[in-house]
């Protein structure tokens, strides 16, 4: 039996983060959740909330005291709702380093921390550069030992497209044939278990059980939104130039859509965890919350 451990969840109020929280109480840990805005009421059974930023030290400080693990979520979402205009290094690289600086005082041993997937080719894109930029921060960190997760596109990031999908069309990029095998928040979420607990080490290269293509996946979120697939093809050209008018105005807006594009005309598969598929987990999601259940994105 793995032995239990307090550890601090950073992200632990986005969707990934929620997944990570359940599975780390169901395996038995302690579950310190990092969060800007403490949720009310009481908090679930082997959880407590901790208020704090990636970019308050201070209150980084007091979160690592007496942490055996931290697994961080965190950084600039992959996501329509977009929340500040700073691109992806500017925020995933300084909050990460603020952390790593509260892990070496508080002498916390270990870091799960959650990448993205990719390939050289995609390597210089800011989402991917930044991401790298981090995993290079903790490997120089002295005496921590660091498990780095590579998920491809996580399931709650196609849901995102839900309410885009119900006004009856997608976008898509190029062709539509580029591939990827997206995951499952749960799944990974299982993943960093066997992270915290040993089981992973080193980098670890993470995607779902099936393989699609791109008009394959957006498909997927039209069935699940009710209605037939409709895919509104926009030339990779048109997108590359609306890129460099827009970026001095919106730089995360078109670091986000630059991401779109070249994941939507690039493979991007990696090794096979879980068992949940896309259809299956965007059916679950549009199903009625039971009375008094609140759900969660």
Known sequence: MAI??????AGASGALGHKTGQALRAAGHV????V???????????LTWVRGDGFDLDSLHAACRGVDCVVSCMGAKVAMRLQ??????????????????????????ALVYVSAHHDAELAPLPYFAAHRLV????LATPGLQVTVLRPTGLFS????????????????????????????DADVAALLVRAVA???????????????????????????AGRRPRLLRVPASWIRLALRLGHPLHPRLCELVEF????????CVAPMHGSQTLSGYLGSTQRPTAPGVRQRA
């Open 198 to 224: 040993g089981e992973l080490s080193g980098v670890v290269p993470a995607g779902g059980p099936e393989i699609l293509s791109r008009a394959e996946l957006l498909s997927c979120v039209l069935a699940a």
């Open 31 to 34: 579950v310190r959740a990092l």
């Open 84 to 109: 500040g205009r700073a691109g992806y290094r500017d925020v995933d690289v300084p909050i990460h380093r603020n952390l790593l600086a509260a892990m070496r005082q508080a002498a916390v041993p």
């Open 157 to 184: 990031a196609f849901a995102g497209l839900l309410p885009l999908a119900r006004l009856g069309a997608l976008p898509l990029f190029g062709d539509g044939t580029a591939k990827s095998n997206p995951i499952a």
């Open 36 to 46: 800007r805005t403490v949720p009310a009421g009481e908090p679930p059974v082997g």
């Open 135 to 138: 995993e290079e921060l903790a």
């Open 4 to 9: 239990a451990k307090t550890v601090l969840l």
């Open 260 to 267: 779109a594009l070249a994941v939507s005309l690039h493979d």
